[in-house]
């Protein structure tokens, strides 16, 4: 007798569930790139506008331009790239507008903050050299002074450099050049004491103080290369004293030629305020 075939079991074989899972999971997945290809641009910039201020990368709400972000996919994802870049250069350029919005005392402790580096440069370097003794270093909010006595400079009456004071001033300025310092300007300034003279050359203490400051300046100029541009000489005669001229040793004192380097050119005239000496 004949052997009755075996009737097919109703329904779908069991390897057509995997399989149906599996091509749904992938159909999800190409569904969920394509939304992601297609985003509305204008919600899109809406919603980074939203970050307004909030993160750096994106200031002001203006993170995107003007053109699609996206249109096609992947192939957009060096575009990409781009406008995060650009977005970076936009927050950088913030800061320093942000900057420019400092408080006047945060502005004062960043200035005194490079006075100071200038200072501690300049006398290490002095020390170094071995001429720190020879003269007076000190800082104040735009400058770094240094002091140099008149007799050590100069005879009394006279405004030619000693040859045996140009080691100093040599030394002096081979620091401003070795520094990197020849950005900044330097003001050099003469003083004398109250002693009064009248010379053909020098009939009062002003043309004397002055005289000196641009020998000085002169030598920095024709024997080391400075540019006239960044040396300015100025005279004060008697009227700066830094102690009273009630004795010899006091008028020696205020007998001196000052070197600045002036961190901050903007002002007129270098304001002594705030002044901290190195003693």
Same mark, same amino acid.
């Given at each position: 007798?004949?052997?009755?075939?075996?009737? &097919?079991?109703?329904?779908?074989?069991?390897?057509?569930?995997?399989?149906?899972?599996?091509?749904?999971?992938?159909?999800?997945?190409?569904?969920?790139?394509? /939304?992601? /290809?297609?985003?509305?641009?204008?919600?899109?910039?809406?919603?980074?506008?939203?970050?307004?201020?909030?993160?750096?990368?994106?200031?002001?709400?203006? =993170?995107?331009?003007? &053109?699609?972000? $996206?249109?096609?996919?992947?192939?957009?994802?060096?575009?990409?790239?781009?406008?995060?870049?650009?977005?970076?250069?936009?927050? /950088?350029? %913030?800061?320093?507008?942000?900057?420019?919005?400092? /408080?006047?005392?945060?502005?004062?402790?960043? =200035?005194?903050?490079?006075?100071?580096?200038?200072?501690?440069?300049?006398?290490?370097?002095?020390?170094?050299?071995?001429?720190?003794?020879?003269?007076?270093?000190?800082?104040?909010?735009?400058?770094?002074?240094?002091?140099?006595?008149?007799?050590?400079?100069?005879?009394? %009456?006279?405004?030619?450099?000693?040859?045996?004071?140009?080691?100093?001033?040599?030394?002096?300025?081979?620091?401003?050049?070795?520094?990197?310092?020849?950005?900044?300007?330097?003001? $050099?300034? %003469?003083?004398?004491?109250?002693?009064?003279?009248?010379?053909?050359?020098?009939? @009062?203490?002003?043309?004397?103080? &002055?005289?000196? =400051?641009?020998?000085? %300046?002169?030598?920095?100029?024709?024997?080391?290369?400075?540019?006239?541009?960044?040396? =300015?000489?100025?005279?004060?005669?008697?009227?700066?004293?830094?102690? @009273?001229?009630?004795?010899?040793?006091?008028?020696?004192?205020?007998?001196?030629?000052?070197?600045? $380097?002036?961190?901050?050119?903007?002002?007129?005239?270098?304001?002594?305020?705030?002044?901290?000496?190195?003693?």
């Amino acid at each position: 007798m004949k052997k009755r075939e075996e009737e &097919a079991k109703k329904g779908a074989p069991a390897w057509m569930a995997t399989y149906g899972d599996m091509v749904t999971l992938l159909l999800c997945f190409f569904v969920l790139l394509f /939304s992601m /290809s297609s985003v509305d641009i204008r919600k899109f910039k809406e919603a980074i506008a939203s970050f307004n201020d909030q993160i750096d990368i994106m200031p002001g709400g203006e =993170a995107l331009v003007e &053109a699609d972000l $996206i249109t096609n996919g992947v192939d957009q994802l060096s575009d990409i790239q781009i406008i995060v870049e650009n977005n970076l250069s936009q927050g /950088s350029e %913030g800061t320093t507008q942000s900057d420019e919005e400092l /408080s006047d005392e945060q502005k004062r402790a960043i =200035a005194l903050d490079e006075a100071r580096e200038v200072y501690e440069r300049v006398n290490e370097y002095l020390t170094d050299q071995g001429v720190r003794e020879e003269v007076d270093v000190s800082y104040a909010l735009n400058f770094v002074k240094i002091t140099i006595p008149g007799e050590a400079l100069f005879d009394s %009456g006279q405004a030619v450099i000693k040859p045996e004071a140009l080691n100093v001033i040599s030394i002096l300025g081979e620091m401003i050049q070795g520094q990197n310092f020849e950005t900044y300007n330097v003001q $050099i300034e %003469g003083h004398t004491d109250n002693v009064p003279i009248s010379t053909v050359f020098f009939p @009062s203490n002003w043309e004397l103080s &002055a005289s000196r =400051a641009i020998a000085v %300046g002169k030598y920095l100029i024709d024997n080391m290369g400075f540019s006239e541009e960044k040396i =300015a000489c100025t005279g004060y005669g008697e009227y700066r004293p830094i102690v @009273s001229n009630d004795s010899s040793a006091n008028r020696a004192k205020n007998r001196r030629v000052e070197m600045k $380097i002036v961190l901050q050119s903007e002002e007129v005239r270098v304001e002594e305020y705030n002044t901290i000496n190195a003693e």
